[in-house]
């Protein structure tokens, strides 16, 4: 690869970013500005690190796969930031950054330490991004949260799940995962108008309000007709038929996006009596009955396989797909053709799979340049690069007992 081609692989070769979070969202924010090339150093406590590490099993090595998932491409330091000392060293690592994402709890010591409104008066170029559970205003600003508390809070619960059962959490951390998305996309365009003005500033993003962002068309339905929506389990709202249907053995999922389609889907389930079915001939037809077209279409999808339906409406241009298990989308060809996954070498382990940044840049996707480090990884290398000496680097990054 040559230089050329590996420098558009890292757009943010030569920023640096320092990292005060823990859990998920932030994490994940630096990691995202990791994979783009930037210097990220997370500042961890000497006792104990980011929680995350101890959130398993499954464990490789000291820390849980957990933690492993959003933190490679970063370099460790431990300081105790609760004491003067700490303070003055990541205030010299900060005076170098670009970027500081934290996620400290609302009202607390650190938050006011750290705070843009103290950082930027002496590093007015610092673009600072925090993250929080629920927001800088409102009655519910001082809430501390996890994924599933704003998940539950936000409205994600109430819309997942079968309608005659409980609500569930997404399989994903979409609250924080959606929070570490927004404020990526946050970051990248202030450092784009900081290259403008020369001054970075003060974003803030939340678990809630970027989940009520991702609410798109179920918002814009309830503010029309002002009625709740129920959980439709694998069905889409507007479309039908959009789900998960049972073949003989398994379910399969089918798209139905326009009228063709499902001209095309009678068709090759041999249900003319559907097609010529004046109800169901519209989609807003079609979601108007669904129950009763969603029973038809099951009664007929039960007498072939997974495989068959797969096959078959595949060859007539429906979309559709088998659900897969990770054992077989890690195994699947299409995977490995677009290289999304690749080995890092652990310091304790050896080498372990991660999953890539699902971005390519000229078609290149960014390298995966480091294992997630261990605690305190690069104490010295850091503090060193800060100007300290052998006892001073001891003496800031001990447990304190």
């Known amino acids: ?206 678990l809630y309000e970027s989940q009520l962002a991702l609410h798109i068309n179920w918002a814009t339905s309830y503010f029309a007709t002002g009625e709740v929506p129920q959980r439709l389990g694998s069905g889409h709202p507007n479309l039908v038929p959009y789900q998960a249907y049972p073949a003989s053995d398994g379910h399969f999922v089918i798209a139905v996006g326009n009228d063709a389609l499902w001209q095309r889907l009678c068709s090759v389930i041999e249900r003319p009596d559907l097609a010529d079915d004046a109800r169901l001939s519209t989609n807003e037809g079609r979601v108007e009955h669904r129950a009763e077209l969603n029973t038809e279409l099951g009664t007929t999808l039960r007498t072939g396989t997974v495989q068959h339906w797969c096959t078959t409406l595949k060859a007539s241009g429906v979309p559709v797909s088998p659900i897969r298990g990770l054992d077989e989308i890690y195994d699947s060809a299409h995977t490995e053709a677009i290289g999304i996954v690749d080995k890092v070498d652990h310091p304790t382990v050896g080498p372990i799979h991660q999953v890539g940044f699902p971005v390519n840049y000229r078609g290149q996707r960014p390298t995966m340049r480091t294992a997630p480090p261990t605690l305190g990884q690069h104490n010295e290398e850091v503090l060193r690069e800060l100007g300290y000496d052998d006892d001073s680097i001891q003496q800031l990054t001990s447990p304190r007992h």
């Not at 700490?86 to 010591?109: C, M, W, Y």
């Not at 610092?126 to 559970?133: G, T, W």
């Open 1 to 206: 690869m040559s230089c050329a081609e590996s420098a558009n692989a890292s757009p943010l070769q030569g920023f640096r970013v320092v990292d005060l979070s823990k859990i998920l969202a932030g994490p994940y924010v630096t990691m995202s500005l990791s994979d783009m090339g930037a210097d990220v150093i997370k500042v961890e406590h000497p006792d104990g690190g980011d929680p995350t590490r101890q959130w398993g099993p499954p464990f490789q090595g000291p820390d849980s796969t957990y933690y492993l998932a959003a933190n490679r491409n970063k370099r460790s330091l431990t300081l105790d930031l609760t004491s003067p000392a700490g303070q003055k060293a990541a205030h010299r690592l900060i005076a170098d950054a670009d970027v500081v994402v934290e996620n400290f709890r609302p009202g607390s010591t650190l938050q006011e330490k750290f705070h843009y409104s103290e950082l930027s008066k002496t590093y007015p170029h610092l673009v600072v991004l925090h993250i929080s559970a629920f927001g800088e205003t409102g009655p519910l600003q001082d809430e501390p949260g996890y994924d599933m508390v704003a998940q539950a809070a936000a409205g994600l619960m109430s819309l997942t799940g079968e309608p005659d059962g409980p609500p569930v959490k997404s399989g994903y951390a979409m609250g924080d995962l959606s929070a570490a998305l927004f404020g990526t996309v946050g970051v990248l365009s202030a450092l784009v108008e900081r290259a403008k003005t020369g001054l970075g500033q003060y974003l803030t993003t939340s």
